[in-house]
Each structure stands twice: as structure tokens, then as C-alpha cells.
Nanobody
Framework: QLQLVESGGGLVQPGGSLRLSCAAS????????IAWFRQAPGKEREVVAC????????FYGDFVRGRFTISRDNAKNTVYLQMNSLKPEDTAVYYC?????????WGQGTQVTVSS
């Protein structure tokens, strides 16, 4: 089955860093567009970062641009989200997603909490 499994979430202090991983199985990530989403309590789900399938270009939400970096390791079939300079408002459940038009695959999410 097509599956994505997130890991790396946890509790971090403001200004700290965290690296999220999303491991794919049942399909090859390089054949899909990739995105990280997040959803905080009482807020709508929003896109954090993505990798376009067409040319591999990276795009970021304005609220994280310059702090977060999305990357893909084709050998490991894993996508990462490096998060630096974390703020309390970054607290949310983070989800990875892969799609190619025919298939949409979602992970179960990993909790990120930024608090002192």
C-alpha cells in the first residue's frame, strides 16, 4: 500500500530547531509532488512547503520562508523538513503529502510544540 510515515516531532523551545522526516513506502517519492502541511487547534490546515513534480522547485509559505527547508533524499525515499528559529505559532500537527494527480497519500502527522 501507498504509505507515508512522519517522525521527528516533539517539544522545542522558541528559537530552537527540529527536523521532521517523512518516509515513503509502496511508491517512489521522486515521481510525486511533495508537500508539508500543518494544522493548529482552531486554525485551518495550511501548506508549509512543497516540491513541484515538474521541475523539483521548492516553494514555501510566506510565514516560514527563510526559516524552514524542504528536501528529498531519493536514495532513502524520504522527504525532510528542517525547521529553524521556531516560534510558538509554529505549534501544530505537521503532515506530509504526496500526489501525482492519480494518487494522494497522507501521513498520520507528527506533533510539533514550541514552548518555553
Amino acid at each position: 500500500q501507498l504509505q507515508l510515515v512522519e517522525s521527528g516531532g516533539g517539544l522545542v523551545q522558541p528559537g530552537g530547531s527540529l527536523r521532521l522526516s517523512c518516509a515513503a513506502s509502496g511508491f517512489t517519492l521522486e515521481d510525486y509532488a511533495i508537500a508539508w502541511f500543518r494544522q493548529a487547534p482552531g486554525k485551518e490546515r495550511e501548506v508549509v512547503a512543497c516540491i513541484a513534480m515538474s521541475d523539483g522547485s521548492m516553494f514555501y509559505g510566506d510565514f516560514v520562508r527563510g526559516r524552514f527547508t524542504i528536501s528529498r533524499d531519493n536514495a532513502k525515499n524520504t522527504v525532510y523538513l528542517q525547521m529553524n528559529s521556531l516560534k510558538p505559532e509554529d505549534t501544530a500537527v505537521y503532515y506530509c503529502n504526496a500526489h501525482n494527480g492519480a494518487n494522494w497519500v497522507w501521513g498520520q502527522g507528527t506533533q510539533v510544540t514550541v514552548s518555553s
